[in-house]
């Protein structure tokens, strides 16, 4: 896989960040209608965020999501508005999971990935969907 430098007006990039979070206390309630939903929630604030979602893998206890990005989004800024719109939208729409004290965990993994790394990283996320 290789992917193409990005350009904006003043700058020219490939950032590519490996997130993992998980929800709070680590409950398996990732699974089914849940799942799909957390899906096209992240999607969707990634596209408002102008994020290339490269892999995504829902597992019952953890998020794997792996996106290119631009340079004027920090990666903490990342996590933040799509943990906390993911949260809003879930806990609203299924009632159950405000049991939960919170939706996700306050921490998170981030790695970095250039162009020779990726495809690794790609690999990894896509046998985590197939493990499961």
């Known amino acids: 896989m290789s992917q193409d430098y990005k350009r904006a007006y003043t700058s020219m990039y490939l950032l590519n960040y490996h997130f993992v979070w998980i929800p709070r206390r680590r409950r398996p309630v990732l699974v089914g209608r849940v799942a799909e939903r957390l899906k096209e929630l992240i999607l969707e604030k990634a596209g408002e965020l102008k994020l290339e979602v490269l892999e995504l893998a829902i597992q019952p206890d953890h998020v794997h999501l792996f996106v290119s990005a631009p340079p004027n989004l920090a990666p903490n800024q990342i996590m933040f508005r799509i943990k906390g719109y993911t949260a809003r939208v879930l806990r609203r729409e299924f009632p159950w999971l405000r049991k939960l004290p919170s939706m996700w965990t306050r921490a998170y993994f ?20 197939t493990s499961a």
């Open 110 to 129: 981030v790695s970095t990935a250039g162009n020779v790394s990726s495809e690794t990283i790609r690999r990894y996320i896509e046998a985590q969907s």
